[in-house]
């Protein structure tokens, strides 16, 4: 896999305008893939994202590029299978490197390139789809189960310092 590419995982549609703001987002839920986000792309390309579940807080600290980001809580409406329905809380466009962000309402962060925010017409209160498309209905589209060697104990998804 050539190092800019993302795994393809889910797709983030703006469900309130009826546009698709990402549709090969990489869903961040492995301490590793956390802790490397985007530092080691040089652009983040259309139709591209990342997904932090789980999480209210990000930094641009050494990335090449300006990112927008949308924090977003679970709204509690009924999504179709494989998906899950948030809102946006906060969103910043065209983040500079070396920044550091937060929303303490936040349940989920997403980062995507810049302009993505005004190109969709995302705002505060938008509702948002991500559907991930290998995920089974009895899961969470955005949580996806992980287990470690000793069994199937859930493993921490979030350094300390991401914590607010």
């Known amino acids: 896999m050539p ?5 393809t995982s889910a797709c983030i549609t703006n469900v309130t305008h009826g546009v698709i703001l990402a549709d090969r987002a990489a869903i961040a839920h492995t301490w590793w893939r956390r802790l490397r986000g985007l530092l080691a792309r040089r652009r983040l390309h259309e139709g591209e ?11 641009t600290a050494f990335m090449q590029f300006p990112i927008d980001v949308i924090f ?7 999504a179709a299978d494989a998906a899950r329905s948030v809102l946006v809380t906060k969103f ?5 490197p070396f920044r550091v962000v937060w929303d303490r309402d936040a349940e989920t962060v997403i980062e995507l390139p810049a302009n993505t925010i005004s190109r969709t017409s995302t705002q505060r209160g938008t509702r948002l789809t991500i559907t991930h498309p290998t995920t089974s209905s009895t899961r969470t589209a955005i949580v996806p189960h992980t287990s470690n060697s000793i069994g199937t104990a859930r493993l921490p998804s979030l350094p300390l310092f991401y914590l607010t």
């Open 3 to 7: 190092a800019e590419s993302l795994r």
């Open 49 to 59: 994202g990342l997904i932090f579940p789980r999480c209210r807080s990000i930094h």
């Open 92 to 96: 910043v466009e065209r983040l500079k």
């Open 72 to 78: 977003a809580k679970s709204d509690g409406q009924p």
